[in-house]
């Protein structure tokens, strides 16, 4: 329950120590999450993996294609460490070009806005 003192978080190990008597409804918005490799979605998932193990209600939304490679596609529902993970469909245009990396971007967005 949150307020109840420090946890271990299972998988980073960290403590986590939540301040609210009550649990946060929080929503994590980025193009990439895990299990995609890049830094961006590792850190934010370490971020709600630590966020909801400290009893908050944790949804991600983020884009369906991979970083490195576009053509990977991961599922559009999925649960991963306490955290709602939402995909929503993005362009494959990848890292291959500056205009590419906007149209993706903007996709996802558009997306996430929905």
Same mark, same amino acid.
């Given at each position: 329950?949150?307020?109840?003192?420090?946890?271990?978080?299972?998988? @980073?190990?960290?403590? =986590?120590?939540?301040?609210?008597?009550?649990?946060?409804?929080? &929503?994590?918005?980025?193009?990439?999450?895990?299990?995609? !490799?890049?830094? @961006?979605?590792?850190?934010?998932?370490?971020?709600?993996?630590?966020?909801a193990a400290a009893g908050h209600e944790v949804r991600a939304i983020c884009g369906?294609?991979?970083?490195?490679?576009?053509? =990977? *596609?991961?599922?559009?529902?999925? &649960?991963?460490?306490? =955290? !709602?993970? =939402? *995909?929503?469909?993005? @362009?494959?245009?990848? *890292?291959?070009?500056?205009?590419?990396?906007?149209?993706?971007?903007? &996709?996802?967005?558009?997306?996430?806005?929905?």
């Open positions: 329950m949150p307020g109840s003192g420090p946890k271990q978080h299972e998988s @980073t190990g960290s403590f =986590v120590i939540n301040l609210y008597p009550y649990p946060l409804r929080i &929503t994590l918005l980025n193009q990439y999450y895990p299990p995609d !490799e890049a830094a @961006t979605a590792q850190l934010l998932g370490d971020l709600g993996a630590a966020l369906d294609r991979g970083y490195a490679n576009p053509s =990977v *596609r991961y599922p559009r529902r999925q &649960t991963i460490d306490g =955290v !709602e993970v =939402v *995909r929503v469909r993005s @362009t494959p245009f990848g *890292r291959s070009s500056k205009v590419g990396r906007v149209i993706d971007y903007a &996709t996802y967005l558009a997306g996430a806005a929905a």
